[in-house]
């Protein structure tokens, strides 16, 4: 039982490319997050899936896609990376967004020069 | 704007202290209210708190939320160094689904 998995572990990319974050939870969750965490600011949702077949925008989703897979796989994409999206991403699952705790994936790091 | 404060943002302290971490909020439609510990890679599930003045403990960790003046406080009495780490405080907004974080207290113990 892996929990929340998270591809790739690091990250660097240049202005302008593009990249795809891969998460998926073997947890049978209903709910997946994208959140990004910068120094002083804790985690910030980016998008979330209550369930499957549904995607929601957060707090700061400019700049970035979601898709919803199926049940097991949310991904995050970066269509065209900024510096400002250096940042390091979190997945993260819940059985029901509104009900129960999240788990967290290990992390992205990803850097944009 | 739903908003979570944390603070202290940073404390330092020796082992065997006891410490409180205090995470105040204002949002919308309050459902539930919970802490994570993160070392140095996932925020790990600590408690979550739904009804004022019921303590939660687990060890040397506990918390109690207040729901009149919108508080939560996390205490960990006789800290460890194992007990370094950022601890984050997070709000669920009821109908919606998911967590409004605040800015995270980092704690570090000191031998």
């Known amino acids: 039982n892996a929990g929340v998995t998270q591809t790739p572990k690091f990250q660097v990319l240049k202005t302008g490319q593009s990249m795809t974050l891969q998460c998926a939870q073997d947890?049978?969750?209903?709910?997946m997050y994208w959140y990004r965490q910068d120094p002083g600011m804790g985690l910030r949702l980016i998008y979330y899936?209550?369930?499957?077949?549904?995607?929601d925008k957060g707090e700061v989703p400019n700049g970035y896609n979601v898709s919803r897979l199926n049940k097991r796989e949310f991904s995050l994409r970066l269509e065209s990376a900024a510096p400002s999206q250096t940042s390091v991403y979190f997945c993260?699952?819940?059985?029901?967004?509104?009900?129960?705790?999240?788990?967290f994936g290990p992390g992205t790091r990803l850097t944009v020069t | 704007e739903d908003k979570v404060v944390q603070s202290p943002l940073s404390l330092v302290v020796h082992e065997g202290d006891t410490v409180t971490l205090n995470c105040s909020y204002e949002?919308?439609?309050?459902?539930?209210l919970l802490w994570y510990k993160q070392e140095k890679k996932a925020p790990t599930f600590l408690f979550m708190l739904?009804?004022?003045?019921i303590e939660k403990k687990s060890g040397r960790l506990s918390s109690i939320l207040d729901k009149k003046e919108l508080f939560s406080i996390l205490n960990i009495t006789a800290t460890q160094t194992g007990d370094s780490a950022v601890y984050l405080c997070?709000?669920?907004?009821?109908?919606?689904?998911?967590?409004?974080f605040g800015q995270g207290t980092r704690l570090t113990i000191n031998p």
């Open positions: 947890m049978n969750h209903n709910s």
């Open positions: 949002v919308t439609n309050f459902r539930s």
């Open positions: 899936s209550a369930s499957e077949g549904t995607t």
């Open positions: 997070a709000v669920q907004i009821q109908g919606a689904q998911k967590l409004v």
């Open positions: 739904t009804s004022s003045g």
């Open positions: 993260a699952s819940s059985e029901q967004g509104w009900v129960n705790e999240q788990y």
